[in-house]
């Protein structure tokens, strides 16, 4: 059994309704819905948390699907405190132990008291800002890939929990060139290659 958690993190603020990441979610579970031996829960963190709950959806889960928008570069402050309160909740309740150090020794091993090794997580995010800005020469983001660039941080927050990195998709361009149909077809496919890619290994084995 293939457990799926998946956390939309699309928020109502200022001219922000949620509706694009509440697609994307859509897109997510009927993905899975459709797939033996998989089973779903979802969180959407407008609707309210508990953080003990959730932090027992982390536990439970085998791969963690985030979607969040991207606001000022950064996360939505409603998925940031999410994390705060859910992460905080976790200590040493199956999220991480400690920050892996030794008093004896405390230069090395930070990062590594983390408790789901052995799970998956995928990041999807929505931006403004063409895909341009961050590949062509000169443009805004210096050449700096989001997963390199704005969302290096939170790779390594979930590196510091154990888990790996799942190939991320990111839509971009989608308040002055939106094409839904298109990018959703895209994101579809991506699914599929990075899952099926997943389930390899245990196919062969």
Known sequence: MEKILIINAGQHFGH????????????????????????????VIANGYDPAEEVEKFVWADTIIYHTPIWWFQLPHGFKQYIDEVFTAGHRKGIYRSDGRSSENPDINYGTGGML??????????W??????????GEFFKEHSVDDGPLFGFHRMNAFTGMQPLKSFHFHDIEKNADVERDMERYRAHLATVFETVAAPQIAA
Do not use: C, D, Q, W
């Open 16 to 43: 922000s309704g949620g509706r694009f990441n509440n697609t994307v979610a859509a897109e997510t579970e009927a993905f899975f819905s459709g797939r033996p031996g998989v089973e779903i829960r979802e969180t």
């Open 117 to 126: 090794h052995g799970k998956n997580y995928m990041l999807t995010t929505s």
């Open 128 to 137: 403004n800002a063409p895909e341009t800005a961050f590949t062509l020469p």
